[in-house]
């Protein structure tokens, strides 16, 4: 480790701290970058915990309310004083430059951040038993983590422009979202929007993993980027999918039979074509939402990152006593990732046993599961249902396939309703129906 003091500026600090002094009406210019471990000295953090508290109150910020907070919070003398106030209150003439000296102070704090992920990667990587991998994730997370903590609030002009021009490029055939690839989604979703997060929610053996999996496979196809997080099945069983719906070779057959020659050829043409593709797997059962996070940003780095698959949202990590918390805690961090990063992240959903016990088992937005906050967290929330699955064995034996909706009960930006596809259970696969059947 280099044995350097961390970078700071205490002029930055104290400049900033009087200039809301000298006017504590600026404080909202600034309020929203600073936190009070962005400063290197100690008293300087807490007296702006103060001040944070002070505004909470809905009272003025000067040298008397300072005092008496700190005087209450038991910190005044290890902040220096009535004497230290009153230099800082004198520091600055103007509150003219507050923001340029609270951009220092936050440029000073990252530097600090950066140096402590990379010391720790260090110390890490010395100890043979830390796994390699691992230590470069954290690290992406941490950087991650920083650069969502830099977004400033910005003028409208800053993301009219952009936003027009995209609108007006936009031909006839072309959509907000990136295409699933089946018309009749697209049709109601206008595609998955970058920036959002798609909730996809289903009892089991519904097939909801098979139709994530077959978007993900028509997005890469269709020159996108994708991730596929698949945190049930394992990576040979995802290649096993992936190459069914490729060939249309039965899923149980792959698995137990030997191939003919036909079909050799067939899957040769399915590895050549998936690896022309930016599709990336990630089997692990041991996701939280750091590793999800660093795994995108590094993909968005490298690849341009459009969407994520994750399989599914009830199995990834967190730590806590209380389930619906926790989900609640990973909506908002899944959302959060969509945002940053500016890609969909489609998570697929378990629903509650409660729709087993009524007599209409179309899904509705009551039956997810550990619901927390992902009602309103989501931007899209869709179900996947098909009738026949609680139709009797004697009905569905002959059925090569069946028909399948996809119910969205809420689209923050877009229609609500419902569009039919067909499952092919042999093959768990999808496709739209035939035009004529819409």
Not at 84 to 92: D, N
């Given at each position: 480790?280099?044995?350097?003091?961390?970078?700071?500026?205490?002029?930055?600090?104290?400049?900033?701290?009087?200039?809301?002094?000298?006017n504590?009406?600026?404080?909202?210019?600034?309020?929203?970058?600073?936190?009070?471990?962005?400063?290197?000295?100690?008293?300087?953090?807490?007296?702006?915990?103060?001040?944070e508290?002070?505004?909470?109150?809905?009272?003025?910020?000067?040298?008397v309310?300072?005092?008496?907070?700190?005087?209450?919070?038991g910190?005044?003398?290890s902040?220096?004083?009535?004497?230290?106030?009153m230099?800082?209150?004198?520091?600055?003439?103007?509150?003219?430059?507050?923001?340029?000296?609270?951009?220092?102070?936050?440029?000073?704090?990252?530097?600090?951040?950066?140096?402590?992920?990379?010391?720790q990667?260090?110390?890490d990587?010395y100890?043979?038993?830390?796994?390699a991998?691992?230590?470069?994730?954290?690290?992406?997370?941490?950087?991650?983590?920083?650069?969502?903590?830099?977004?400033?609030?910005q003028?409208?002009?800053?993301?009219?422009?952009?936003e027009?021009?995209?609108?007006?490029?936009?031909?006839?055939?072309?959509?907000?979202?990136?295409?699933?690839?089946?018309l009749?989604?697209?049709?109601?979703?206008?595609?998955?929007?970058?920036?959002?997060?798609?909730?996809?929610?289903?009892?089991?053996?519904?097939?909801?993993?098979?139709?994530?999996l077959?978007?993900?496979?028509?997005?890469?196809?269709?020159?996108?980027?994708?991730?596929?997080?698949?945190?049930?099945?394992s990576?040979?069983?995802?290649?096993?999918?992936?190459?069914?719906?490729?060939?249309?070779?039965?899923?149980?057959?792959?698995?137990?039979?030997?191939m003919?020659?036909?079909?050799?050829?067939?899957?040769?043409?399915?590895?050549?074509?998936?690896?022309?593709?930016?599709?990336?797997?990630?089997?692990?059962?041991?996701?939280?939402?750091?590793?999800i996070?660093?795994?995108?940003?590094?993909?968005?780095?490298?690849?341009?990152?459009?969407?994520?698959?994750?399989?599914?949202?009830?199995?990834?990590?967190?730590?806590?006593?209380?389930?619906?918390?926790?989900?609640?805690?990973?909506?908002?961090?899944?959302?959060?990732?969509?945002?940053?990063?500016?890609?969909?992240?489609?998570?697929?959903?378990?629903?509650?046993?409660a729709?087993?016990?009524?007599d209409?088992?179309?899904?509705m937005?009551?039956?997810?599961r550990?619901?927390?906050?992902?009602?309103?967290?989501?931007?899209?929330?869709?179900?996947?249902?098909?009738?026949?699955?609680?139709?009797?064995?004697?009905?569905?034996?002959?059925?090569?396939?069946?028909?399948?909706?996809?119910?969205?009960?809420?689209?923050?930006?877009?229609?609500?309703?419902?569009?039919?596809?067909?499952?092919?259970p042999?093959?768990a696969?999808?496709?739209?129906?035939?035009?004529?059947?819409?």
């Amino acid at each position: 480790m280099i044995d350097k003091v961390p970078p700071h500026d205490i002029q930055a600090e104290m400049s900033l701290l009087g200039a809301v002094m000298l006017n504590y009406k600026c404080w909202s210019s600034v309020a929203d970058l600073i936190e009070p471990d962005d400063f290197y000295r100690e008293a300087n953090g807490t007296i702006w915990h103060a001040m944070e508290t002070i505004i909470d109150d809905a009272d003025p910020i000067d040298i008397v309310s300072l005092s008496s907070r700190l005087t209450a919070m038991g910190c005044l003398e290890s902040c220096g004083g009535i004497a230290y106030l009153m230099q800082i209150g004198e520091f600055v003439p103007t509150t003219a430059n507050v923001g340029f000296y609270a951009k220092l102070v936050k440029d000073h704090a990252n530097r600090r951040r950066v140096i402590e992920f990379a010391n720790q990667a260090m110390v890490d990587a010395y100890q043979f038993d830390s796994n390699a991998a691992k230590i470069m994730d954290d690290m992406v997370d941490g950087v991650g983590i920083l650069s969502s903590t830099t977004n400033e609030t910005q003028h409208v002009d800053e993301f009219i422009s952009e936003e027009v021009e995209e609108i007006l490029r936009r031909s006839v055939n072309d959509m907000a979202g990136i295409k699933t690839g089946f018309l009749a989604l697209d049709d109601i979703t206008n595609g998955f929007r970058q920036g959002e997060l798609f909730i996809l929610g289903a009892r089991p053996s519904m097939g909801k993993s098979a139709l994530a999996l077959q978007c993900a496979l028509n997005i890469a196809r269709n020159n996108g980027s994708v991730l596929f997080l698949s945190i049930e099945m394992s990576a040979p069983m995802v290649t096993q999918r992936l190459i069914s719906l490729m060939t249309g070779i039965n899923g149980k057959r792959l698995q137990n039979k030997v191939m003919d020659e036909y079909e050799r050829r067939q899957i040769s043409s399915a590895r050549a074509d998936l690896l022309s593709t930016q599709l990336f797997i990630t089997a692990d059962n041991r996701l939280d939402i750091h590793k999800i996070r660093a795994k995108a940003t590094r993909l968005k780095r490298e690849h341009n990152l459009q969407v994520i698959f994750i399989d599914y949202l009830q199995m990834i990590e967190s730590k806590g006593d209380n389930r619906t918390r926790e989900i609640g805690i990973i909506s908002r961090g899944l959302k959060s990732i969509a945002k940053e990063l500016n890609v969909c992240v489609v998570a697929l959903s378990s629903l509650s046993r409660a729709v087993e016990k009524r007599d209409d088992k179309r899904p509705m937005m009551s039956d997810l599961r550990e619901s927390g906050d992902l009602e309103s967290d989501a931007d899209v929330v869709a179900f996947l249902y098909r009738p026949m699955y609680y139709a009797d064995m004697s009905q569905r034996m002959d059925l090569e396939s069946e028909e399948a909706e996809v119910i969205i009960t809420k689209n923050r930006n877009g229609e609500v309703g419902e569009c039919r596809l067909q499952f092919t259970p042999q093959k768990a696969r999808f496709d739209d129906l035939p035009l004529t059947d819409w």
